[in-house]
């Protein structure tokens, strides 16, 4: 594991994403964990940066996370392009599979929330082959709805008696990061938003290969295996991303500070 947890960040579009490896981040979610820290994680593609760029508050929601990976690779160019040369992807469920390696070498405990029932069933058995140590402390399916605010206060603290010190929440984007920003404070664990990657480990969905992830084809994939529900996503976000980003190394818009800053305490 790296030794060093320090990174740069830079704005893309307006949204802060933080240059940092696998090594580096699961050293400091290890180190909040450890400390009972509440804190949360994005992981995010292109589409949290034009959510983002769409809506101020969710960009605040992003901004205000104490880390940001790359989990796509045009983040991972436009991070190069920003001059991080360095720059990696940190992919949402290799990042979630690492950690339950670590937490399980560590006896972190770790908790799911989110997807649907028959998902986390499957995903709690494949985590109980691949990583038999790891103690999971919680793991709950959310209805389709708004919590209310009294199923919201029993949830929070059903986390916290539980004992869970990382949480992965399976959700989607932005409900994963705004529900990951409203419970800062009041969740003793560190939140971790990987989306997919419950369904992508639990078998359910299936991965795109390699060496589409590598050369940032993985939408495409995406986008032929769930047409109903990604078509908008991708279609809309991916062209909007380019032109916007383009104008952004021209120096023709100004979209956030892009000034280095180093990784959180």
Known sequence: MCTSCRWQSRYILGMRVDAVEYGAAIARVLRWAGAGQSRY????????????????????VMNEADLV???????????????????????????MERL????????VACGLYGSSPEVLSK???????????????????PPFRPLTPEEDELITAEINSS????????LNTP????????HKGRVQCVMIGVG??????AGTKPQAPRWMMRCGLEWSFRLATEPRRLWKRYLKHNPRFVAFFALQLLGLRRYGSGEKRAGLA
């Not at 190069?80 to 992919?91: D, E, I, K, T, W």
């Not at 339950?100 to 006896?107: C, E, H, K, R, S």
């Not at 004992?163 to 399976?170: D, P, Q, S």
């Not at 409900?175 to 409203?182: E, P």
């Open 41 to 60: 994680v994005g992981v995010a593609t292109v589409n949290n940066v034009m959510e983002s760029y769409d809506c101020g508050g969710f960009r605040a």
């Open 163 to 170: 004992g869970t010190r990382i949480l992965f929440v399976g």
């Open 196 to 201: 997919a990657a419950f369904e992508f480990l």
């Open 100 to 107: 339950l390696a670590a937490a399980a070498d560590g006896g």
């Open 123 to 141: 995903l709690v058995d494949r985590i109980g082959l691949r990583f038999p140590k790891v103690r999971m402390s919680y793991c709950w399916s």
């Open 175 to 182: 409900k994963q990061d705004c529900w990951m920003a409203s």
């Open 69 to 95: 990976t790359s989990d796509g690779m045009p983040l991972v160019w436009a991070l190069r392009l920003l001059g991080v040369q360095h720059a990696m992807r940190v992919y949402g469920p290799d990042l």
